[in-house]
Nanobody, 123 residues
């Protein structure tokens, strides 16, 4: 069955960078759009960034534009989220997600979720 596995989270100081990876298993990754969501304690899961099936189109939440870059390598069935200039407010559990929709930006549009990886940004 479809499985997504995130990695690359950790503790970083404000202004630092992290790259998250999302490995896809059990399906052809290129057949799904990929998105990244995050959820902080006490808050709803929110959209962060997304990329279409081919990787030709990307889209971002306003809060991360100019700092985060989403990409994918379909030959490796892997997606990425490069996070630069991290801020304390970026602290959250980050989830990789796959969808049959062209441009998923809402949690209810997601069919498959990864288990999440913790990103903590200290001030």
């Amino acid at each position: 069955q479809v499985q997504l596995v995130e990695s690359g989270g950790g503790l970083v100081q404000a202004g630092g960078s992290l790259r998250l990876s999302c490995g896809a298993y059990g399906f052809t990754f290129s057949s799904r759009a990929m998105a990244w969501f995050r959820q902080a304690p006490g808050k709803e899961r929110e959209f962060v960034a997304g990329i279409n099936r081919s990787g030709g189109s990307t889209y971002y939440a306003d809060s991360v534009k100019g700092r985060f870059t989403v990409s994918r390598d379909n030959a490796k069935n892997t997606g990425y989220l490069q996070m630069n200039n991290l801020k304390p407010e970026d602290t959250a559990v980050y989830y990789c997600a796959a969808s049959l929709r062209m441009v998923p930006t809402r949690a209810y549009e997601i069919e498959n979720w990864g288990q999440g990886t913790q990103v903590t940004v200290s001030s």
